[in-house]
């Protein structure tokens, strides 16, 4: 099939060279453009998606914006029997939506209607969700309400971070995405309406709420430190210095919220505790606790804000 693909991230990229791999045409890859990075924002960085396409020899788009009379002529003249998209960043105007010969299809990382929106797999792990997974759903107006093809449904382990459920979701759904376009072709998918119960909201992880609070159950800590390990990163204050913590587990103990119960670096909660496994000081590279209790001077008994 002519495949028209769309997505930017690191999360995109298996699915775009499943796509290639499994013998699709695909006729040009939409990304956001190049971004400014380098210490004096002077280098454009092009995304993770143009940079694969680029490899596949697949011509790159990266337009301001799908509205319009000449976007949509654009995309129209591609011809494309389906397009798929993988995280892209852009809203796709219904006039897009209805180009493709077989639809539009979106690959979203969460089991539908549960976690629609732009962090589901922060979301996920930060309400202590057992399970998750990737969606293949045909794309609509409204936002991720579209219906749904096909499932694969993963595992989330009890110190699985989301950086460690990223990389094993976008390979599985490279996977499924493959699966779904070869049932399209040959006309065996079939798409279900999402059902109106269950539907939850993954809203984008705003500043404000990456600050541990040590004043929360154990488990509510230990969920949110790993949802957010190892962007943007759950944190504490230690001596106005702002520390990361990027890996940790539930223990046993009992103390004032924040307390430091022993030279591991158990901290109390509100009821239970959890040890801190790895973590990173402001402007210092990441460290097992050992290390970094090494470095410090901290005691058993200390608060930590």
Not at 231 to 241: D, I, N, S
Not at 264 to 287: D, I, N, P, W
Request: hydrophobic share 45%; net charge neutral.
């Amino acid at each position: 099939m002519r495949i028209v693909f769309m997505g930017t991230p690191d999360f995109a990229v298996p699915t775009l060279v499943e796509i290639v791999g499994s013998g699709h045409e695909v006729v040009a890859a939409y990304t956001r453009a190049p971004a400014q990075a380098g210490r004096r924002g002077l280098e454009l960085v092009p995304s993770p998606v143009h940079r694969a396409a680029e490899r596949l020899g697949i011509p790159v788009f990266t337009p301001a914006t799908l509205k319009g009379e000449e976007a949509v002529d654009a995309f129209a003249a591609l011809e494309a029997d389906a397009a798929v998209v993988v995280a892209y960043g852009r809203i796709l105007p219904q006039a897009i939506l209805d180009l493709p010969k077989l639809g539009c299809l979106n690959l979203h990382a969460s089991l539908l209607p549960r976690w629609r929106g732009a962090a589901p797999i922060q979301r996920a792990i930060m309400a202590g969700d057992a399970e998750t997974g990737v969606a293949v759903m045909k794309m609509e107006a409204g936002l991720d309400t579209g219906p749904v093809g096909l499932v694969e449904r993963v595992p989330i382990g009890a110190d699985m971070t989301a950086g460690e459920l990223h990389d094993r979701l976008m390979v599985v759904g490279g996977d499924l995405m493959a699966r779904a376009l070869a049932a399209l072709e040959r006309g065996g998918l079939s798409f279900t309406p999402q059902p109106q119960a269950g539907v939850t909201y993954a809203a984008k992880i705003e500043k404000g709420e990456t600050r541990i609070d040590w004043a929360q159950p154990a488990k509510a800590v230990h969920d949110h430190i790993r949802g957010l390990s190892p962007f943007p990163g759950a944190w504490f204050e230690l001596a106005g210095t702002r520390v990361k913590v990027l890996r940790s587990t539930r223990a046993e103990g009992a103390g004032r919220p924040g307390e430091l119960l022993d030279d591991r670096l158990t901290v109390a909660c509100a009821s239970g505790a959890v040890r801190l496994v790895e973590v990173q000081k402001a402007g210092s590279r990441a460290m097992a606790a050992p290390d970094f209790l090494r470095g410090s001077d901290l005691e058993k008994g200390t608060v930590l804000e």
